[in-house]
């Protein structure tokens, strides 16, 4: 489903869903001013197109042993097809990678990585990211202080 074809209702449900992952149909139908069954029926198309793709719930870093971030750039030794599919199949499997993120410019990725410490992430680093297909060399740029880490997107405005 284009953006193109979610109207006013639909871009007010997708704003306060990602505010309340738990929200009932029944307040949702409330906070954007429509009956409950519409307001369940395009919740549900919405789940089924595609646009909605899962709920979660946010955790709190710190306390499940994820607090420390570091951003890892990774230039691999080649670019063909193969080799960018084995790398990423690769991170898929590697638990303290949050994100991966294919760039254009002096690297190939951008990783975000999780640990406890810089003592695991050093050992994730060993045994894990230098270990990744085609890897040629890493550069790790430790985060100090996250200002922004939001996990909700911004929905556009028609």
């Not at 306060?16 to 029944?26: A, L, N, P, T, Y």
């Not at 906070?31 to 646009?51: D, F, M, Q, Y």
């Not at 760039?103 to 045994?127: E, H, N, P, Q, S």
């Not at 894990?128 to 997107?153: C, F, N, R, W």
């Amino acid at each position: 489903m284009a953006t193109s074809s979610l109207d006013m209702t639909d871009l007010r449900i997708l704003e306060e869903i990602q505010k309340d992952g738990r929200i009932s149909v029944v307040e949702l139908s409330r906070r954007i001013h429509l009956t409950k069954t519409p307001c369940a029926e395009r919740l549900r198309r919405l789940e089924n197109s595609g646009v909605i793709t899962g709920y979660f719930a946010k955790l709190n870093p710190a306390v499940v042993n994820a607090g420390h971030i570091v951003m890892v750039q990774v230039q691999l030794k080649g670019t063909t097809a193969d080799e960018l599919e084995a790398f990423n199949a690769a991170v898929a499997r590697v638990p303290e990678i949050q994100s991966c993120h294919m760039v254009a410019g002096g690297y190939d990725y951008l990783l975000k990585v999780r640990t406890r410490d810089i003592d695991a992430y050093r050992k994730v680093l060993g045994a894990a990211i230098s270990k990744l297909p085609g890897v040629l060399q890493t550069h790790t740029y430790v985060v100090m202080e996250t200002v922004k880490d939001d996990v909700t997107l911004p929905v556009p405005k028609p």
